[in-house]
């Protein structure tokens, strides 16, 4: 029975919010910041609370970095238990996660590669003027708390139109995600069985049985989970260039846009839409993930073997996929750019907490393995074609009778801005580190 | 060239197991280079004594598992297994050389998985300070296998970096041209 009460909302849910705010913190000292935590966490709500909740207008999450929870005063033998990946950063972390050229951290803004990012509270808002209540709010408790300061900040707006999510390139996004048996989703057809808890929240059986190596004490990992943030900018203006030079009409573009991403910009997916767009069947959570690869497209001729969503979730093509799933929260950030525009320089992406119970074997396996391994599925020398580390020297295949379709040295179409390794408690256990001694 | 399969190559390696200038970082320490023979491992192991019949053992089981199930290392993208027992000054030391197409790490996980998954038992816990824990931890068989890895020195491919799933491609484009041949009689 999975502990709803004590659970961070995030975890299981998705608010219905169209504004966000990441606000990244650093603790000058360990007073100051359990003070700090001691009332923020009153407003942070439990998967029960907001399933009981008919009128939220926003949803808090807090989470630490390891140097954070160290600043706040955890003891040695704690800290020593968490998992190396997690002590090290994602920063140390760049050549696993492939975050090398203009991605690596010597470039990231927000000050979120260096040793002072602590903690991030997690605003989303039902709308901008709420988000800026909220601001305020926060604004007001950080004033009366000593030794707390803000390090950077990221304000984030779903961009239009408002009546589906997708990202600035134009795709239909969430439309694959994991379902954690027990937490009462049902999964959409296509997309498997429901996971045992232990792959997402922390003290419960996984896959392979009882949760075991969890960080000590137990009141402090129980019903918590880690989180991966990445600040993707997104080339808008570069990727419709590229589409230009790729087809002579709007609908060739349209091909090759769907064949980077295995669906069309609607949701549809190749496997079931190869020929022609289908946004009813995009739109309809019923049948656009209902698919598999090794019987419906082995050789990839609906979606290439390299193609996006084929990487990221390799289904029934890649081995123990249940051991790699990995729930994602997040929104868009930056101005819309409107189509036939020019790129402004303005910054635009997606900024996102990726959801997992062991970075280095979801999170991490997903960008070495999946996402930057040149040779993923034999292809020789591809990598992700929207997030892999594309340094123009590489190729895209579509596969193609009688003969296949290469792009050679293909542009990057994003660069990563910043990125962090955080631990996500469940609310005892900020109660717990809001209540530490000093040293 | 590495896609040049018809020039056979031979790549020495210096003692640590890395070439310095090209050491790349995995998820668990070091990537293991991959030469012209593909990547792979040598682990050798102390054996428990009085443990050498669970190893012949073990491998009647394992052959016995594979023919009933063809596929059932598949996803350790394998070229090639070869255990060996063998003595130094009384002890029974046992070597495990495997020849494959996934980096070390990724290899040992997944082959963690397979046993979980088939509900095996691993011949590595007939090994002296092999992890009691290792079904639910990872990581420990991970750092078990770096510590007992004992890197070539030199690495030699007849046909060099070809991995398993392009051989098995080649073979079946053979095959299909001889079928065709025999429609065109």
């Known amino acids: 029975m999975l502990e709803f009460d004590d659970i961070q909302h995030i975890l299981l849910e998705r608010a219905p919010a169209l504004a966000a705010r990441y606000e990244f913190l650093t603790f000058r000292d360990a007073p100051g910041g359990r003070k700090w935590l001691n009332t923020i966490r009153q407003t942070v709500k439990s998967v029960a609370e907001i399933r009981a909740g008919i009128d939220d207008l926003r949803w808090v999450t807090v989470a630490f970095t390891w140097n954070g929870l160290q600043a ?92 589906y999510a997708h990202d600035h390139f134009g795709y239909r996004d ?28 922390l003290g419960y059986p ?7 190596n969890l960080p000590q004490p137990e009141i402090l990992s129980r019903n918590g989970s880690f989180m991966a943030y990445r600040r993707i900018e997104e080339h808008v203006g570069a990727f419709r260039d590229f589409l230009s030079s790729q087809g002579q ?53 609906a979606a290439p073997l390299g193609s996006h969503i084929r990487r990221m979730n390799p289904r029934d093509t890649a081995a123990n996929m249940n051991r790699r799933r990995i729930i994602r929260r997040g929104a868009t950030y930056g101005p819309a750019l409107s189509e036939g525009v020019p790129d402004d320089g303005v910054e635009r992406g997606l900024a996102a907490f990726v959801i997992c119970a062991s970075l280095i074997r979801q999170f991490e396996f997903a960008q070495n393995v999946w996402v930057n391994d040149k040779n993923f599925h034999e292809l020789g020398n ?12 590489l190729e895209f295949k579509i596969p193609k009778r009688p003969i296949r379709k290469t792009i050679k040295g293909l542009p990057a179409f994003t660069t990563v801005r910043g990125g962090a390794y955080f631990f996500l408690p469940g609310l005892k256990a900020l109660g717990f580190l809001a209540g530490l001694k000093s040293r | 060239m590495e896609n040049d399969w018809t020039k056979p190559a031979a790549v020495a390696i210096p003692k640590e197991g890395f070439f310095k200038d090209q050491e790349q970082q995995g998820r668990y320490g070091p990537i293991f280079p991959k030469t012209p023979a593909c990547y792979g491992f040598s682990i050798i192991a102390k054996i428990i004594p009085g443990h050498e019949e669970n190893f012949y ?8 598992g594979v023919a009933g199930t063809p596929d059932l290392l ?106 065709m041949l025999d429609q065109m009689q």
């Not at chain 1, 996984?206 to 075991?212: T, Y």
């Not at chain 2, 053992?57 to 016995?64: I, P, T, V």
């Not at chain 2, 007939?126 to 992890?131: D, I, Q, S, V």
């Open chain 2, 57 to 64: 053992e073990y491998g009647r089981n394992l052959a016995e």
């Open chain 1, 382 to 393: 591809e990598r992700d074609p929207f997030i892999g580390h594309q340094d123009g020297t």
């Open chain 1, 249 to 301: 009409n709007s609908e060739e573009q349209e091909f090759v846009a769907a064949k980077l991403m295995g669906r069309w910009r609607s949701g549809a997916p190749l496997v079931l839409a190869p020929l022609k767009d289908d946004p009813k069947l995009g739109a309809d959570p019923q049948r656009n993930n209902d698919f598999n690869y090794k019987e419906m497209d082995p050789l990839g001729y």
């Open chain 1, 206 to 212: 996984d896959e392979l049985g009882p949760a075991a």
């Open chain 1, 72 to 163: 706040l005063g955890l003891d040695e033998a704690s800290l020593a238990s968490f998992p190396d990946e997690f002590r090290q950063g994602m920063t140390a972390r760049a050549e696993v996660l492939g975050d090398n050229g203009p991605n690596h951290p010597d470039h990231w803004v927000g000050g979120l590669a260096g040793p002072d990012v602590h903690a991030v509270v997690i605003l989303f808002a039902r709308d901008v003027d709420e988000r800026e209540r909220c601001r305020i709010e926060h604004e007001k408790l950080l004033a009366c708390s000593a030794g707390v300061e803000v390090l950077s900040t990221l304000d984030l707006e779903a961009t239009p139109p408002l009546g």
């Open chain 2, 74 to 179: 598949a996803s350790l993208k394998l070229h090639y297994l070869r255990w060996n027992l063998f003595q130094i000054k009384g002890d029974t030391y046992f070597q495990y050389m495997g020849i494959f197409d996934t980096d070390f790490d990724k290899y040992t996980e997944d082959a963690v998985a397979i046993f979980a998954a088939t509900g095996r038992s691993t011949v590595f816990e007939n090994l002296e300070g092999f992890p009691k824990d290792w079904r639910t931890n990872a990581g420990a068989f991970i750092k078990f296998m770096r510590d007992h890895q004992c890197p070539s020195f030199m690495e030699y491919g007849e046909y060099p970096y070809v991995s398993a799933d392009e051989i098995k491609k080649a073979l079946k484009l053979k095959a299909a041209f001889s079928n």
């Open chain 1, 174 to 201: 969430r439309l694959s995600q994991p379902v954690i048996e027990g937490s009462g989703e049902e999964p959409t057809p296509g997309s498997g069985a429901p996971l045992k808890p232990g792959e997402f929240i």
